[in-house]
């Protein structure tokens, strides 16, 4: 089975504080992607790698940044957190296959909580 | 732009009874559509796909999708449900020629005893 590990399910952060969530997969997967989930709005893409040092944002990037310096592992950066960043967040990884019919893996996701 | 539309917050059926949670899209070519359910304080579990073929697709736990291109609809139904299928139920699409995922606002799932 595909497993994709967020390394924390709790968080909670103070403002202005860098923050960093970290994602693992263990299946190879060139494809990861981080969303963030509010009630309401579903899951919004903040930014996605097909590959290692490849990133390309996704609809709502502001106030984050990503770093994907080996394949199995995606980070997340909230450069200065700020209340309106409390949220669940979701990592999650597809393979490369050539085609667009694969469907995608999630980790058990993280809540943050900036106080 | 794609898009999805699921117009029901809330989806309230009686253990036993059929249960349909519906899903619309919009997309310019042709679309690939997955159904996703999460359970409380947990990640997404994929259910099943739509690629292309057979209208009717089955998928985990019992749960089918029709897809209709007409109505560019894909609802996700069960004939018989379990409470035990009470969750959040997420339609998602691609758009060929793109990695990304766009999801719905979720649709949540009451099964009564």
């Known amino acids: 089975d595909v497993k994709v590990t967020q390394s924390s399910r709790y968080l909670v ?102 106080v | 732009a794609q898009s999805v539309a699921q117009p029901e917050d809330q989806v309230n059926v009686a253990e036993g009874n059929p249960l349909t949670v519906k899903c619309t899209y919009s997309v310019s070519g042709n679309p690939y559509l997955f159904w996703y359910v999460q359970y409380p304080n947990r990640g997404l579990q994929f259910l099943l796909k739509y690629i292309t073929g057979d209208n009717l697709v089955k998928g985990s736990y019992g749960f089918e999708a029709e897809f209709n291109k007409s109505q560019t609809s894909f609802h996700l139904k069960k004939p018989s449900a379990l409470v035990s299928d009470s969750a959040l139920y997420f339609c998602a699409v691609r758009e060929g020629s793109s990695y990304k995922l766009i999801f719905g606002s979720g649709t949540r799932l009451l099964v009564r005893p």
């Open chain 1, 13 to 114: 952060k103070r403002t202005g504080e860098k923050v960093f969530l970290e994602c693992v997969q263990d299946m190879d997967h060139e494809n990861m992607f981080w969303y963030r989930q509010d009630p309401g709005l579903g899951l919004r893409l903040i930014y996605f790698s097909y590959d290692v040092k490849m990133k390309e944002k996704g609809d709502i990037p502001e106030g984050y940044s990503v770093s994907r310096e080996k394949k199995e592992r995606f980070s997340l950066i909230l450069e200065s957190a700020s209340t309106n960043q409390t949220s669940m967040y979701l990592c999650a990884s597809s393979p490369y296959t050539g085609r667009w019919d694969t469907e995608a893996f999630f980790g058990q996701g993280t809540r943050l909580t900036v």
